[in-house]
Each structure stands twice: as C-alpha cells, then as structure tokens.
C-alpha cells in the first residue's frame, strides 16, 4: 500500500484500522484532532501508546474547538459534531498533499452510518470527488465501511489486533462511562 495518513482516534475502530494497516505493511503515519472534545485526554493517551509502541509517526492538530455536541465544551445538541468529519478529512488532505501521503485513512463502518451521515459510502465517495476536483492526488480510504463492529472485532482477533487497548467513551474518566453510544455499541460487539 502507498504511503497512508491514517485518523488515529485512539478509539476501538481506528485502533483496528491501525494494526490492519500494520498487518498489511501500509508505510503509514498518524494524525490525531484535538477539538475541544470532552474525552481529548484519554483518547489522545490510547492513540500515542500504539504509535509509540509501533514506531509509528504520531501528529497531533490542534483545532480551534468545535461546537454543537454533547461532544464538546458547549455540551448542546446530541451526540453527533456537525461537520466534523468534513473538517478533519479537509485538513487532513492538506496534510497528505503537502506531505505526499496518497491515501487518508478512516474507521467508519457501518454501524456508524445510521447516526453519522458522514460515515456512508455516497459522502465518502463526494468528499474524494471534490479532492479530484481540486487536482489534489490523496484519496479518502474508509476499509471498514461494509463492516460493522462486531466484524471489526473479528477482523482484529484474526490479526491479533490489542483493541481493548483503545478509548471508545464519550464522557472524560478513569474508566469508560458505560452509557454513552460509543460505549454501548462497544460493548455490544464485544459480546
């Protein structure tokens, strides 16, 4: 595979992304967003360990806080950041094309797609049109996308993937809040 950015959240699925990547020798760097998200901290200490642990480069971009969730210092709204894929994926293609990464990687599945309009097919399809359009060569890869988290979790036991190892609540705290979306369907693939 060509040189790949992948969104490293430090949550289950782009963890399992990561090591999926790994498995199939990706030359691969990560990129973390910080956006004023309530749970910043411990999802950025998961998404560091791996890379560090892997040898892999590990970026962090600093974004000026996002607004409109239950995500986000405002705490308004619901559980969903409007745009944010949009912002990240915008960012991290100038990232790439400056960088000279041809792929930008990202764990949506589809579990994700029914909540986050921004996790199906047909967006990740306009988002690569609209780089073609720009005449920029990195393209959006979403190898997760037909999956859902239960098969991520399979994915990862067949390559051994540690995704225990990784921060899916929403909430800030020494242990997962076990009552959030990201927690329950966590937990639900877990089972």
């Known amino acids: 595979m060509k040189k790949t950015l992948l969104l490293l959240s430090g949550g289950m699925d782009s963890v399992a992304l990561f090591y999926w990547l790994k498995s199939d020798n990706a030359e691969m760097e990560c990129l973390y967003f910080d956006y004023g998200q309530n749970h910043c901290q411990r999802e ?8 560090l642990d892997a040898g892999v480069r590990f970026h962090v971009k600093t974004l000026p806080n996002l ?3 239950l995500l986000t210092a405002d705490s308004v709204g619901t559980w969903v950041v409007p745009s944010r894929n949009s912002i990240f994926l ?7 094309e400056s960088h000279g990464f041809a792929y930008i990687a990202y764990a949506c599945n589809s579990d ?13 399809g306009a988002f690569n049109q609209q780089l073609a359009f720009a005449e920029m060569k990195c393209r959006v890869v ?10 991520i979790v399979w994915e990862s ?6 995704i225990e190892r990784s921060w899916s609540c929403y909430r800030h705290g020494i242990e997962p809040c076990g009552e959030c979306p990201a927690c329950e369907k966590r937990t639900e693939a877990f089972k």
């Open 112 to 124: 994700d797609s029914d909540g986050f309009p921004d996790c199906r097919p047909e967006w990740v």
């Open 157 to 162: 036991r067949r390559i051994q993937a540690p």
């Open 142 to 151: 979403t190898p997760f996308i037909q999956h859902t988290k239960l098969g």
């Open 67 to 69: 607004e409109g969730s």
């Open 44 to 51: 950025r200490d998961f998404a560091e360990k791996h890379c």
């Open 90 to 96: 915008s960012h991290a293609a100038n990232f790439a």
